[in-house]
């Protein structure tokens, strides 16, 4: 009889083992014997997105810009270079209003918009003004971004398709992680908050129709100050940039300044913000000066200088903001 016992109690022990076993097993995502691994997103431990949008082709009557596609091709493969692989492109027809609202809340509402994270922006194509509608511009003038499906009723009013500054500044003021913009457009200064001549301007900045005012309106969902961006503008607000065939000078020279390093002028290996400032003004002028001279039919002046904002980051490095693996 005793024998019999002790051959249930180890037999129930075993059960007890087996279940408490299972148990573990199945509470673990990580097979037994191996150990916990972190995940490590590109660049060192964070993850960098990007949203690249370029329109040379418009929906309406726009002048298209013949720069544009090797803008995108070029600023692909400078994030390429650096292990920024996470990369969203609205190109063209893709790039509508609608497209890049949606693209900015598919990033916005993911677990990616964290502060360790960082949030690109990349846009090549027409710039525009607008009159102010809500009084929070000194000039008056709100800048806007052309997207594919700009379009303008019978009375030149426009009717939709352009991001208007305040509307972006929403859309940024709601990612967590780091913001860098960069804009290759006419009147980019302050385009977070080229001209066509096809459209009939007032007074050179155009008016929005109170319907699709009213559309922005109801889009803009944060108005808090922005923190944690930075800005890689090619114009000022009151300059025009330009298209070339090699592309936008502005592009051109941000990308060579930092790959080939020809904006590091006091060779120390490292590239400050207010260094590229400078190369990019510097080069955009020599450009255009030889492009004229290589094409009889171009003529170029390169007289836009870049804007970079915040002044506080002018003395940071290159490799600091984009969290570059050399």
């Not at 030149?156 to 960069?182: C, P, R, W």
Request: glycine share 6%; charged share 30%; proline share 2%.
């Amino acid at each position: 009889m005793k024998r019999q016992y002790l051959y249930i109690e180890v037999w129930w022990m075993k059960v007890i083992y087996i279940i408490f076993a299972l148990f573990i097993v199945g509470c673990s995502s990580v097979p037994i014997g191996k150990k916990y691994s972190k995940v490590i997103y590109t660049n060192q431990i964070f993850q960098s997105d990007a949203l690249i949008v370029g329109v040379g082709k418009y929906k309406n009557r726009i002048r298209p810009l013949s720069g544009v596609k090797k803008d995108l091709k070029k600023i692909k493969k400078f994030f390429n270079n650096f292990h920024i692989t996470h990369i969203t492109t609205l190109e063209n027809n893709k790039a509508r209003l609608k497209d890049v609202r949606d693209a900015f809340n598919s990033y916005i509402y993911s677990t990616k918009n964290r502060k360790e994270n960082t949030f690109i922006f990349y846009y090549s194509g027409h710039g525009i003004q607008v009159i102010d509608s809500n009084g929070d511009e000194k000039d008056n003038k709100d800048e806007a971004t052309a997207l594919y499906d700009i379009d303008l009723n019978d009375k030149d009013f426009i009717t939709g398709g352009v991001l208007l500054d305040d509307e972006l500044h929403s859309l940024l003021a709601q990612i967590d992680s780091k913001k860098i913009i960069i804009f290759d457009k006419c009147h980019s200064g302050s385009s977070h908050r080229g001209n066509s001549p096809y459209i009939k301007s007032i007074k050179g900045e155009y008016k929005l129709s109170t319907k699709f005012l009213e559309d922005i309106n109801q889009n803009i969902k944060s108005k808090k100050p922005l923190k944690d961006f930075i800005i890689f503008s090619a114009t000022k607000d009151d300059q025009e940039a330009e298209d070339s065939p090699i592309g936008g000078l502005f592009t051109n020279s941000f990308v060579d300044g930092i790959i080939h390093k020809k904006a590091d002028r006091n060779n120390d290996n490292k590239i400050t913000i207010a260094e590229l400032e400078k190369f990019c003004g510097e080069n955009i002028s020599a450009l255009a000066s030889e492009i004229s001279r290589n094409n009889k039919n171009i003529s170029l002046k390169g007289k836009f200088k870049p804007y970079f904002a915040p002044k506080e980051v002018k003395n940071n490095t290159i490799s600091s903001i984009f969290n570059f693996i050399h």
